[in-house]
């Protein structure tokens, strides 16, 4: 735009354009030095130097150079790291045969989906057996931190993206005080996590006066433990399960209810804007041809906001796996391991124990997750999405 | 959102004949939303509640102090150093929003208006940083702060005021959300500056900024909610309480005083306050902002 206007004025010649260009570029440096000199500092060298870190035998100061030892830590060998991993890869490809088989005509599509089910069945099981390996000869806590994340993700990612919507489309009715409504629910993303942990500390407090366990009274069910309570939801439910399939602690599902609370406001003001982006016109003319308003809701306002429910999960998962204050605020040593997800393991390896090189090595994996989970949700998630 | 346009859905059902059904419906969600609502706002309430209330009282769980006890509050900012921590707290957010405004001005309109070369490798760079965990970078920058990495002016930063304000005197969010903006702006102003005789600095201050203050408004309010609501690198960066913000303090307070809930009730509110204060003031701005940055992501 600007080379075309310059050129556009007459009196200039050739020399004095390209000093004009060195003076737009000089300009344009030193407009982004002070903000680049910060984020290099403190955003993008660290980055590097965590992986630099990682190499060491870390402790407070830094020791021998180790290699790859702190990785194999934590995943025992090599080749069950490339065994999990083709196992996922295998489980990605899977969807994607499974996505292709409906694009294709009648013949074909019985056998790609006979063949991703194959391929998801293949995939499933090596990735079991690569995962249960590094169990056995990698960091337990470590791989245990990550499941209680992934837990923490799928126990409030969809809760806060389904309750964002069902609110949103409340708040888009013709509603007296709806101002009112979406301030309070909009006011738990804007308090401090501190701040708002403290209260919930109360709350879900142990004793059988807190206020969780009169609510639970009420409903006849004896007091419970709350965030102080590592045995699984399940299990306190009378379900005998055991390993993943236990599920989350009450500790952390106590956790998750102080997530949800938080967040949800924030997903409805998100959807709010979404639904305000759909032309009314759209509904009118769904209304001429007879349709409900449930019908409506599924044909006309879920498909169009796809791109709003793609965005809020993609971000609600990245933030649940970055997640810190609002679990480490809320934990207790009572609730042992069973809400510690992998940054709040992270920060402690690095804080409590001192071990730097362990803890840059798992922070640098915990980083590569959610790369992937990024790059495999906006490929499976993606394609899915309506863009009007 | 606005009146003018709202509702498309109930403009749809008014003229449609209004059955039982749509009564019931309306009383439906009424009852939702006020029920939800209850249950959103009663940890304030709590809060409220029981920082009025004496010891003894936080211990029976009543609902509501007898007498309320607004010692609680002097005790609190006096006693239990929560005027300290909240003086810190005021400083470090003013501080951080100063450079923070400074720095995301001048990159955003670089990065919008101004062609130079690698421009968008380095924007490319800037947005990464956005992805990356704080886990990967806390370590790296726990060291540089104790002046290990680099030599820092007064060997180490951890307990002084620069640890809590100079890492985040930029970020690419604010960049990110500036630039598309002043991007916006018509180029026939910046011809008609340019006749004028204006640099692209004084373009910056005397025209671009006068019409970018919704987009200002809400890096400002990002970044103090951000500053304000900051625990996980304060808690590194101060061992002492010279400096510690107020989100250190109550997290300490609770680590180090005991159950003295209604002390801890009172710091919470005061901790709160500012947050409300601004978020009540600039309501429609808050959730403007942040619908705007949700539908561009």
Redesign the interface.
């Given at each position: 735009?600007?080379?075309a206007?310059l050129s556009s004025q007459p009196i200039k010649t050739g020399t004095t354009l390209s000093k004009l260009k060195t003076r737009?570029?000089v300009?344009?440096?030193l407009?982004?030095l002070?903000?680049?000199?910060?984020?290099l500092?403190?955003?993008?060298?660290?980055?590097g130097?965590?992986f630099y870190?990682s190499l060491f035998n870390w402790r407070v100061t830094k020791g021998a150079f180790i290699g790859d030892a702190n990785y194999m830590l934590i995943f025992g060998s090599w080749t069950n790291f490339l065994i999990t991993v083709a196992g996922i890869a295998l489980i990605i490809a899977s969807f994607w045969l499974w996505n292709d088989a409906f694009k294709s005509v009648s013949q074909r599509q019985q056998i790609a989906k006979i063949l991703a089910a194959i391929v998801f069945i293949v995939g499933g099981v090596i990735f079991v057996t690569g995962w249960g390996q590094m169990f056995e000869t990698g960091n337990q806590s470590f791989l245990k931190s990550l499941i209680i994340t992934l837990y923490y993700a799928l126990g409030t990612v969809p809760a806060e993206v389904i309750l964002g919507m069902i609110?949103a489309f409340?708040?888009?009715?013709?509603?007296i005080g709806k101002?009112v409504?979406?301030?309070?629910?909009?006011?738990?993303y804007?308090?401090?996590?501190?701040?708002?942990a403290?209260?919930?500390?109360?709350?879900f407090s142990l004793?059988e006066?807190?206020?969780a366990n009169?609510v639970l009274g009420w409903f006849g069910i004896s007091p419970q433990k709350w965030r102080f309570e590592p045995r699984p939801l399940l299990n306190l439910l009378g379900l005998n399960l055991s390993g993943f399939l236990a599920g989350p602690s009450l500790a952390l599902v106590t956790i998750m209810l102080y997530g949800i609370?938080s967040f949800v406001?924030?997903n409805s003001?998100?959807f709010?804007?979404?639904l305000?982006?759909?032309?009314?016109e759209?509904?009118?003319a769904a209304?001429i041809d007879g349709a409900t308003?449930v019908q409506?809701f599924r044909h006309i306002t879920m498909p169009l906001l796809s791109p709003?429910t793609f965005?809020?999960t993609l971000?609600g998962f990245?933030g649940t796996?970055?997640a810190?204050?609002h679990i480490?605020?809320l934990w207790t040593p009572s609730a042992r391991d069973t809400v510690v997800t992998?940054?709040v393991l992270?920060?402690d390896n690095?804080?409590k124990a001192n071990q730097?090189g362990v803890?840059?090595a798992?922070?640098?994996v915990?980083?590569m997750v959610?790369?992937g989970l990024?790059l495999a949700q906006n490929k499976l998630m993606g394609e899915r999405v309506f863009y009007g | 959102m606005d009146k003018a346009t709202s509702n498309p859905v109930s403009t749809v059902s008014n003229r449609a004949k209004r059955s039982p059904f749509y009564y019931v419906g309306k009383v439906l969600i009424y009852a939702t939303l006020i029920g939800g609502a209850l249950i959103f706002i009663f940890p304030f309430f709590w809060m409220i509640s029981s920082s009025l209330m004496t010891l003894g009282e936080t211990l029976t769980r009543q609902l509501v102090p007898k007498v309320p006890q607004w010692v609680n509050y002097m005790d609190a900012w006096n006693q239990a150093k929560f005027s300290k921590y909240f003086m810190n707290s005021v400083l470090v957010t003013l501080g951080t929003l100063a450079g923070l405004l400074i720095t995301s001005i001048l990159a955003g309109y670089a990065f919008g208006r101004i062609d130079f070369k690698g421009k968008n490798i380095i924007f490319g760079l800037f947005l990464a940083t956005m992805m990356i965990p704080e886990s990967v970078t806390l370590i790296p920058n726990y060291l540089m702060i104790s002046g290990k990495i680099l030599p820092l002016p007064g060997q180490s930063w951890l307990n002084t005021y620069w640890a809590l304000t100079v890492p985040f005197i930029a970020n690419a969010f604010s960049i990110f959300l500036l630039r598309q903006f002043f991007a916006q702006v018509p180029n026939e102003l910046w011809d008609a500056a340019r006749i004028d005789g204006a640099d692209h600095l004084r373009f910056l201050i005397q025209v671009v900024l006068p019409i970018s203050k919704a987009p200002i408004m809400t890096v400002l309010l990002f970044g103090f909610t951000g500053s304000w609501n900051a625990f996980q690198w304060p808690l590194l960066a101060t061992t002492k309480d010279t400096w510690r913000p107020i989100m250190v303090g109550l997290w300490s307070f609770v680590q180090e005083a005991g159950p003295q809930t209604h002390l801890l009730m009172a710091g919470a509110v005061i901790s709160l306050v500012p947050i409300l204060v601004i978020y009540f003031l600039t309501q429609k701005q808050f959730t403007q902002g942040i619908a705007t940055t949700g539908l561009k992501g």
């Open positions: 735009m600007t080379e206007s737009e570029q300009t344009g440096y407009f982004v002070p903000a680049f000199v910060i984020i500092v403190f955003g993008l060298f660290p980055i130097y965590s870190m609110l409340m708040l888009y009715q013709d509603i101002d409504f979406r301030m309070i629910y909009f006011l738990p804007v308090t401090p996590s501190v701040t708002s403290v209260v919930f500390q109360i709350i004793r006066t807190s206020i009169v609370w406001g924030y003001v998100i709010l804007a979404g305000g982006n759909i032309p009314k759209t509904y009118e209304e308003k409506m709003t965005y809020l971000i990245i796996f970055k810190f204050n480490f605020v992998a940054s992270i920060f690095f804080y730097y803890a840059t798992q922070a640098i915990l980083f959610i790369l990024t | -």
